[in-house]
């Protein structure tokens, strides 16, 4: 048993390694099963639908791009060996991932093995403080959203606020980044608590919080658990206005929460395409709608395929696949380049630079509006 | 004070479904000593029946909403229950006299198989029951804001679990149910199709948890392919607090744990809020080492 | 037959020692988790193999050592690798305190304690207990372990450590096995009852068997600590118990070829499955009920104990 395990070890390393370099080979490591397995499966779409419409014009340095996917499982261990895997199929950079500690958990597996990562859902602050030289990200960091959200809520004018996170990584950090500033501004922050995500009432939660008083809640978690949040605070006849974090957003929430609900629900969020003027934008949009029959739901696949683009750019304009020189490029010479989340260009710890945050809120027709 | 009658009917009300669930672990367990890991697998898989029978037949446009939830509960029900006993004979049956631990390793992979297999009909998308099949309206009841909805959830459930107590206790199938959960060799003697009572008990069970699937759906609207797995962890935790393979356990069990969660995440912490839950079962644990209405059972010499 | 085995187990291991050399990063890295898992199911092998008792929340003393590991070396820039008396000690104690009260429960009151302890342990960790655990975050910034000045970083640097506490382990807990001891906690498994009758101290043993296995967790929580330099509470999870119990029991409970086995194949099919993308752990499932009924003791059963007989002249007869 052993033995003959061992044997297809030794052919799978065979095999492995007799694919000749003839194909550009750009790695999507994403979340296709676990608990993220709708962002993953988006991300994969949005990048197959790239990958394909380069190739259809040339592909890159006269050869074919090809698109390898590795799932992530949304979990750190299975990470680090998606990461490990991805670094012996010959990929010159890594798109990916969504969770923040689940990309920390690839980054130096990535990084000694000098590979590009640009990654496309990972806020938390410090996978930037750590001076690695090929990693990236399209998405803004927490530190970025919490200035972005907390002028956001005081223009609202709310004195008391609850903030309520759900015990991970991105929200924890995200709502750590606003209740500090907030106090600072002399805004009272009457509830801070987590709540269990994956559940499905949510009504002891928002029994407590209403005891607090606040004339505003804002929720850094997720979009399923904002939907029900939105809809059970209506049931039980709670007039507070919602706020949430960028995860908060989806085109599902709308049929999650119901129109009635969501409508008054403000949230800050990197634009998706629909609300950018430009062609790169419009086109896409058309593209990817008339491939899977709908609009992208979430903004981090929109922004995995803006890693794919800024990858394919540095590619064609260093003319080479040398990872030292792709980052040396993205870091020095890549500079507000057109996307389909805005501009970009990159500091020298591999962030994004720029404003990508915009401030939304739902009409009672459930679409939302860009607000000043 | 208000806050805590608040509190105490959302939990009234999570308990109701973590009661139903919690029946199919208890009465499976009751006769075949197993653990049916499935079982919350089985719940997910009744919440996205439903949501397709209410998306491809539409009958509560058709023949009146009242009318047309029962009969999609009695579909829901029904599919699920065959579904059920098809996982007993594929995944159980070959089991049944081999040590007692494989046959919980074949229903963790029964349960990976149905919660993956949901996913790859579905999508990993949350999936939305329709709107307006339930009033969204709330009820004053003494300064209580309480969906009507809810209440709806709270009497259905209960119905049902009256309706199952009734059967077990007062028919002569229910006594041959008891009967086996006893002692198997016992009741085979007795002139008992011990086959057919475990075939009836999972062909039960699953039919209970189908329809909380189908109460979770209509009552949050929202359902995705891992709620098992959240769901089927807290009705197990219920089911051993109220006694493993005591039907009356299950209930108070269920109920009794979604009070817990509601009061701890209102008077303690909510983020600690399943840790309350589990720590309080261990006290109990502690105390009655059988659950709350589990018998003692002396070990044979 | 003896030395058919013994030298079928000398080409296994003689191919495992030279095959960094053949595989590339990614199955070494493969086989470095296949090593860890081997040895949290010899862990539990323990209780729930021999002692028969129902652990379902083993990750509880694997993430206890973890975090000790992860803990003690941010703060105090202890070297891992001294780290692993501490580390063993931290989850052995822990396991004796939760222990003690809950050890007399039958069997599936326990499987719900056992769960129900490594949630309240996950759910502590991520609440930030005692302000050091990091909350959702974890711990990062773990250093590497170092083997006399030598720093261990690459898969296959860790495939040796990994690999040598793993050969430890086996030979210690086969000689455990076939002490008295062993005999002992099998013989509470088989009839606790008879047991009892026979003068074994059925909790002291059951007590100490559960501690044993949860120290070696512990210790193997600090070599995953080391390798992965960030651990974070979601990585404690119940699935990872989960995967430890459906390990000892698909190998074959009781039975250290069949535990080995068992890892090989737990950690190893997901792997060879990447292919299916998304559909993998649906035929991962099916293959954990296939797999069961086919062998439904287990791939690789323990055998049971033949004592030669007292034959002329001393020398054992065929039992």
């Known amino acids: ?372 | 004070m208000e806050e805590f009658f608040q509190q105490l009917t959302n939990g009234l009300a999570v308990g109701s479904i973590y009661a139903l669930i919690a029946l199919g672990y208890t009465m499976v367990y009751g006769v075949l000593k197993l653990i049916n890991f499935a079982h919350g697998d089985l719940f997910t898989i009744g919440a996205y029946l439903g949501m397709t029978l209410l998306a491809s037949f539409a009958l509560h446009e058709t023949i009146g909403p009242f009318l047309g939830l029962v009969v999609l509960a009695l579909m829901v029900m029904g599919l699920v229950a065959v579904l059920g006993a098809i996982v007993e004979r594929t995944a159980y049956r070959p089991l049944r006299e081999s040590p007692r631990l494989s046959a919980v390793v074949s229903a963790l992979g029964a349960s990976i198989f149905l919660q993956n297999a949901v996913m790859l009909i579905y999508g990993a998308r949350f999936q939305v029951y329709p709107e307006g099949l339930v009033p969204e309206t709330s009820v004053d009841l003494f300064g209580l804001y309480v969906p009507v909805v809810r209440i709806l959830v709270l009497f259905v459930s209960l119905a049902l679990m009256a309706g199952l107590y009734a059967f077990i206790q007062k028919t002569r199938i229910g006594t041959a149910i008891r009967a086996a959960a006893i002692d198997q060799d016992a009741a085979r003697l007795m002139g008992i199709d011990v086959n057919r009572v475990i075939l009836l008990v999972f062909l039960i069970g699953p039919a209970l948890g189908g329809a909380a699937g189908l109460l979770v759906g209509m009552q949050y609207g929202q359902i995705n392919f891992t709620m098992g797995w959240t769901y089927g962890m807290k009705a197990f935790t219920a089911a051993i607090l109220g006694g493993i393979g005591n039907i009356p356990g299950a209930m108070l069990g269920g109920i009794l744990l979604g009070v817990i969660e509601a009061l701890g995440s209102a008077y303690i912490s909510i983020a600690w809020k399943d840790a309350i839950a589990f720590f309080v079962l261990i006290l109990i644990l502690i105390v009655r080492p059988t659950g709350l209405l589990g018998e003692r059972v002396a070990d044979k010499i | 037959m003896r030395n058919k085995s013994l030298y079928i187990y000398g080409v296994i291991f003689a191919a495992l020692a030279v095959a960094p050399l053949f595989l590339n990063p990614y199955w070494v890295d493969v086989l470095n988790n296949v090593g860890l898992y081997a040895i949290l199911g010899l862990s539990l092998n323990l209780i729930v193999g021999h002692a028969g008792l129902f652990n379902l929340g083993h990750a509880a003393f694997f993430a206890v050592g973890a975090y000790t590991a992860a803990i003690l070396n941010t703060q105090f820039a202890i070297p891992v690798l001294w780290l692993l008396p501490v580390c063993a000690l931290a989850a052995g104690l822990f396991a004796a305190v939760i222990a003690r009260p809950i050890i007399h429960l039958r069997g599936d009151y326990l499987c719900i304690v056992t769960i129900g302890v490594g949630e309240i342990l996950r759910i502590a960790l991520t609440n930030d207990i005692f302000g050091v655990t990091g909350g959702p975050n974890g711990i990062f910034g773990i250093s590497r372990p170092t083997v006399f000045g030598y720093v261990i970083r690459r898969p296959h640097e860790f495939y040796y450590l990994i690999g040598a506490f793993l050969m430890i382990t086996i030979f210690l807990f086969h000689r455990l096995e076939n002490s008295r001891f062993g005999r002992a906690v099998n013989y509470l498994r088989e009839d606790e009852t008879a047991a009892e009758g026979s003068g074994i101290d059925t909790s002291h043993y059951k007590l100490a068997v559960f501690v044993l296995g949860a120290a070696w967790a512990g210790m193997a929580g600090d070599i995953f600590a080391a390798k992965m330099t960030i651990i974070a509470p979601e990585s404690f999870s119940f699935w990872e118990s989960v995967v430890m119990f459906a390990i000892v029991i698909l190998g074959g409970s009781g039975s250290i070829p069949g535990v080995l086995l068992g890892a090989v194949l737990f950690v190893g099919l997901p792997e060879a499955f990447r292919d299916f993308a998304d559909a993998r752990m649906l035929i991962f499932g099916a293959a954990m009920v296939v797999m069961m009924i086919v062998r439904t003791e287990g791939i690789l059963p323990q055998r049971p104990r033949l004592y030669p007989l007292p034959g002329p002249g001393g020398a054992g007869g065929k039992p």
């Open chain 1, 1 to 372: 048993m052993k033995k003959t395990l061992f044997f297809l070890l030794a052919c799978c390393f065979l095999t492995g390694m007799a694919h000749a370099q003839d194909t550009v080979k750009i790695g999507l490591m994403a979340p296709l099963t676990g608990s993220f397995a709708s962002e993953g499966a988006e991300m994969k779409q949005v990048l197959e639908l790239l990958a394909a419409d380069l190739n259809a014009k040339g592909g890159l340095l006269g050869k074919k791009v090809e698109l390898i996917v590795d799932d992530d499982g949304s979990d750190a261990r299975t990470a680090a060996l998606a990461a490990q895997r991805l670094t012996t199929k010959g990929v010159v950079a890594v798109i990916g991932t969504y969770g923040s500690s689940v990309t920390e958990a690839s980054q130096t597996i990535f990084n000694e093995a000098r590979i590009v990562q640009i990654a496309n859902g990972s806020t938390a602050i410090r996978l930037s403080e750590k001076n690695l030289k090929y990693f990236f990200r399209t998405c803004p960091r927490d530190d970025e959203q919490g200035k972005v959200a907390v002028d956001a809520i005081v223009k609202t004018k709310a004195k008391k606020v609850a903030i309520l996170h759900d015990n991970s990584t991105y929200a924890k950090g995200l709502a750590d980044e606003v209740k500090a500033p907030l106090e600072k501004k002399g805004i009272k922050v009457v509830f801070f608590d987590a709540l269990t995500p994956k559940q499905s009432d949510y009504t002891a939660v928002l029994t407590k919080m209403k005891g607090a008083g606040p004339e505003l809640v804002f929720f850094t978690g997720y979009y399923s658990e904002a939907g029900l949040l939105l809809k059970q605070a209506k049931q039980m006849n709670w007039k507070v206005p919602f706020m949430g974090g960028d995860a908060t957003y989806n085109t599902d929430l709308v049929k999650l929460a119901g129109k009635e609900a969501v409508t008054g629900f403000s949230f800050v969020m990197p634009p998706l395409p629909k609300y950018l003027p430009s062609k790169q934008a419009k086109a896409f949009l058309a593209a990817f709608k008339k491939k899977y029959g709908s609009e992208p739901s979430s903004p981090y696949s929109v922004l995995a395929g803006d890693g794919f683009r800024v990858v394919a750019a540095a590619i064609a304009q260093a003319k080479t696949t040398d990872a030292d020189k792709l980052a040396g490029y993205l870091k020095t010479q890549f500079k507000d380049k057109d996307a389909l989340t805005g501009t970009i260009s990159f500091n020298a710890k591999g962030d994004r630079v720029g404003d990508v945050y915009r401030y939304f809120k739902f009409d009672s027709r459930g679409e939302i509006a860009l607000q000043k």
